[in-house]
Nanobody
Framework: QVQLVESGGGLVQAGGSLRLSCAAS????????MGWFRQAPGKEREFVSA????????YYADSVKGRFTISRDNTKKVVYQQMNSLKPEDTAVYYCAAGRFTIATVAAYTYWGQGTQVTVSS
């Protein structure tokens, strides 16, 4: 079993940057693919980025490609998401998730954190 705790959210102006962290507990962290998802008010949860168990493969939603970077440190059991050139439409609660497959589907991820709020002002 894996428990996930996100941090690093906050309020930032458009064009600014934030780095989200997701700390994991459990001995099997390095065997899981990790993903970041987000949910804005009134909208469905959507895929943002994913990284495979080794960190060698990464995937991004088109809306964040070139601005966000996902990475992981299996020794520290942490996954990161560096977010640059933030836009007001990036405002959402951001969740990290752990699953067996590195794909963009919410249902494919087994474990979820509680989320961290990111607000981008114009």
């Amino acid at each position: 079993q894996v428990q996930l705790v996100e941090s690093g959210g906050g309020l930032v102006q458009a064009g600014g940057s934030l780095r989200l962290s997701c700390a994991a507990s459990g001995r099997t962290f390095s065997s899981y693919a990790m993903g970041w998802f987000r949910q804005a008010p009134g909208k469905e949860r959507e895929f943002v980025s994913a990284i495979n168990w080794s960190g060698e493969s990464t995937y991004y939603a088109d809306s964040v490609k070139g601005r966000f970077t996902i990475s992981r440190d299996n020794t520290k059991k942490v996954v990161y998401q560096q977010m640059n050139s933030l836009k007001p439409e990036d405002t959402a609660v951001y969740y990290c998730a752990a699953g067996r497959f590195t794909i963009a589907t919410v249902a494919a991820y087994t474990y979820w954190g509680q989320g961290t709020q990111v607000t981008v002002s114009s």
